[in-house]
Structures are given as structure tokens and as C-alpha cells.
């Protein structure tokens, strides 16, 4: 890389640069073109690592975008090792299940780079009928996938069914009254009201029953370096359900709590998630559950825990201080709440046991413990919300035994 590069050369290069970030899943604008070819004409080009940081300083906002840009710098601006390792994942270009040891990022990075098929000159479909009878369609096999092994297409498309995710709760009866013909408590006041205006004489009694509505929703969620993978996609579920419903408050948390609740209101999703990768200064760190449960119990519990409020506690249960102090401050917040839930990613696999200390110190304290880590995780976390059953799920039982055994 050398000075005397022509300029209208490289503008036009970082132009297609920042298209495939965007296309990658960077929230890359226009004003941050203009920015970065103000960026690079300040440092100039004939220092590799200032033109690296340079534009790292421009399109990078959040911690877990780093890796990305690394890998979208080397590949784009000619590393001949990287470029090899990144051309080799597109071929074949079948639609198979991608090798466990294959990083996903880079294969949605491949994506960006080289295109999805979709801009390329499609050959002439023959029409061929067949039988569809005993196969699954892409949109089911999108609900079923694992967040972790989606590609960015599939990614895209995931974000936009969270987008209509719905999150029913099942509706708790307030101290407030509503009329009701049919309700089973005479209205003594507004019987009396319906005598005046029949100048006194007798009337029908007037009945009201109480009113229901959802209770307040809470969403803590775990944003530590284990999580990473699941973080981004669990964001834009808590901003789906924020913007769904009223008396949402949301949390994250690494080392720190921090309150996201005002940052995830705005409509627009990636602004919403620029405003809360600019408050929170812990991403993809370590893990202290007990000390953000404690923060959260002291300062917020009592805010917004009123009314029967029902918690969802999204984390791997991998704690960095080996669950001490967790069981104390988890079942304060289980007899602060109407009902606490732990969606935890790693309930995918199999073979999974509650064998690490923060899972078996937090178990005993909640009341439902489901996966997080699909589509269909999350729908089935709606169904669970919106039943009438009893507090703890029974299914419960079965992880308590295994981590007292």
C-alpha cells in the first residue's frame, strides 16, 4: 500500500468496503463513507496499521463487531492467506450444514464479499415438478436452527420474524373494577346513579368484576463473552417485546448491570442497539451473575417489580466468582416476582447437565427453565407465559434432582 495510489481508486474501494460490512451485518451508513475517506486522507496510506485503525475507528461501534471487521479488512485489502481461506468456503456452492470447526462469522462474511448468488446471472430454470410431501420447508428449518450456525441471509430473516414475535402473558386480576352486566359484585354507586336518572324509582342493580390485564415483563440478560453468540439475537427479541407491550423493563449484564430499558424504546432497531452498545462498557467480558443480581435487587427491584412482574433471566449460568453469593441474591428475586424463567442457550445440547456451580446455585430459585438459542425456543417461551398453570413448571423437577445428585 503505497501514497501514490490513485485516490479515485481507493474512494470507490472503501465505498464497496462498507457495502460489505452492511452486508455482513455492520450498521454502516453513508455519513460513515464520507467519514472514512475523511479518516484515511488524515492518516494517509502509507502505514498499514494506521489505515487499519483508522477505519476500525469509523465502522466499528460495538465490541462484537471487531472480529468481523478484522476479518472483512484482510480479506478485502488483499491478505493472499485469509483471501484463500474465504474463497475456499464458497466453494461448492451447495446448501449444506456447515462443518462444526467452521466459523459461522466467516461464513457470513464470505457472503457479504462475494455475494449471495442473488446479483449474479441465473441460468434457465427448467420447470421440474416434485413431490413435497415428505420434506421440510426452508422457513421450518429456519425456526428449528441453532442462532449460532445461521448464515447472514438467515440471520436477516430471523431478525425480521422476531420482529413480529408476540409475547402474550397471562393477565393477573388488578384492585381496580369495570362494569359487567354479568360481573359478581353489585356496583352500589353506579346503581344509585341509574335511580337519579329515572327520578327514583327502582332500577336493575348495576354489577362490575374486577379487571385483568399482563403483568410488568423484566428481561435480564447475560451479555459476557460466552454469550456472545446469542447475545445479538436475543437484542433484537428484547427490542420486538419492548416495542410490543407496555411496562417492559430490560437489563444486560457482564461485570456490571447496566438499564437499557430507554435505549431499546426507540423504534428502530439499530438505532436502539447503537444507543445500548454506547451505554454499556462490559461486552463480551466476563461473567458475575451474583454481583449483577445484587445491583439489580438493591437498586431496581423495588421500581420495577411491582404488580406481579414477571422475570426472564437469559444467561449460561457460567459464572466468573463460581456462583458466590448467587443462590442468596436469586431467591430474593424469586420471592420479589410473580414468576422468575431462565432461558438458557445451552440446553440445546443433548448431553447437557447442570454441573457447573452458578447453574446449580440458580436452579432451585426459578420456576421454569427453558432453551434460548432458536426460533422456536422463543415461540415456546410464549406458550409457557401465556398459560394458566401452576408456579413451577413440573418439568422442573427433573434438572433439580440431576443437580442435587
Known amino acids: 500500500m503505497t501514497d501514490d495510489a490513485p485516490a479515485g481508486r481507493l474512494t470507490l474501494n472503501l465505498m464497496h468496503f462498507a457495502r460489505a460490512l452492511r452486508a455482513a451485518g455492520l450498521p454502516v451508513g453513508p455519513g460513515k463513507v464520507l467519514q472514512a475517506v475523511e479518516a484515511v486522507e488524515a492518516v494517509g496510506l502509507s502505514n498499514r496499521t494506521d489505515f487499519y485503525w483508522a477505519l476500525h475507528a469509523i465502522f466499528v461501534n460495538r465490541h462484537d463487531q471487531s472480529e468481523l471487521f478484522d476479518q472483512a479488512f484482510h480479506v478485502f485489502w488483499r491478505n493472499p492467506d485469509i483471501l484463500k481461506k ?15 470447526d467452521r466459523p459461522e462469522m466467516a461464513q457470513r462474511l464470505a457472503e457479504a464479499l462475494h455475494g449471495s448468488g442473488a446479483e449474479q446471472e441465473e441460468p434457465e430454470k427448467t420447470e421440474i415438478e416434485l413431490d413435497a410431501s415428505f420434506t421440510v ?8 436452527k441453532d442462532f449460532e450456525k445461521m448464515t447472514g ?11 413480529r414475535l408476540a409475547l402474550p402473558l397471562a393477565e393477573v386480576t388488578t384492585r381496580r ?10 356496583d352500589p354507586r353506579a346503581t344509585l346513579r341509574r335511580m337519579l336518572r329515572s327520578g327514583g324509582e327502582l332500577s336493575d342493580l348495576a ?11 423484566v428481561v435480564l440478560c447475560d451479555i459476557s463473552g460466552s454469550m456472545t453468540r446469542y447475545s445479538r439475537m436475543l437484542l433484537h427479541f428484547m427490542h420486538a417485546v ?10 444486560v449484564f457482564g461485570t456490571r448491570l447496566t438499564n437499557i430499558t430507554r435505549h431499546l424504546r426507540h423504534k428502530d432497531v439499530d438505532v436502539a442497539l447503537d444507543a445500548v452498545s454506547g451505554a454499556v462498557a462490559d461486552w463480551s467480558g466476563g461473567t458475575r451473575i451474583g454481583t449483577a443480581l445484587h445491583a439489580f435487587n438493591r437498586t431496581w427491584a423495588r421500581r420495577v417489580l411491582g404488580q406481579g412482574a414477571v422475570v426472564l433471566l437469559i444467561t449460561d449460568g457460567l459464572d466468573r466468582d463460581a456462583g458466590e453469593g448467587l443462590a442468596a441474591e436469586a431467591e430474593r428475586l424469586h420471592k420479589s416476582c410473580r414468576r422468575l424463567v ?7 445440547w443433548e448431553g447437557f447437565a447442570p454441573k457447573s456451580s452458578g447453574i446449580r446455585a440458580l436452579l432451585p430459585h426459578v420456576d421454569d427453565f427453558l432453551a ?29 434432582k440431576e443437580a442435587a445428585g
Open 372 to 400: 434460548a438459542h432458536s426460533l422456536n425456543s422463543l415461540a415456546d417461551l410464549a406458550g409457557v407465559l401465556s398459560a394458566h398453570g401452576p408456579r413451577r413448571s413440573p418439568g422442573l423437577r427433573r434438572w433439580l
Open 207 to 217: 354489577r362490575k368484576r374486577r379487571r385483568t390485564r399482563p403483568p410488568p415483563l
Open 86 to 100: 474465504m474463497m475456499s468456503l464458497m466453494l461448492p456452492k451447495a446448501r449444506t450444514e456447515a462443518p462444526p
Open 137 to 144: 420447508s426452508a422457513a421450518e428449518r429456519l425456526q428449528d
Open 342 to 348: 431462565w432461558l438458557n442457550p445451552l440446553l440445546r
Open 153 to 163: 441471509e438467515e440471520m436477516a430473516q430471523a431478525k425480521r420474524l422476531l420482529a
Open 242 to 251: 419492548t416495542n410490543d407491550r407496555d411496562r417492559v423493563y430490560s437489563f
Open 177 to 186: 373494577y369495570r362494569s359487567d352486566p354479568m360481573g359478581p359484585r353489585v
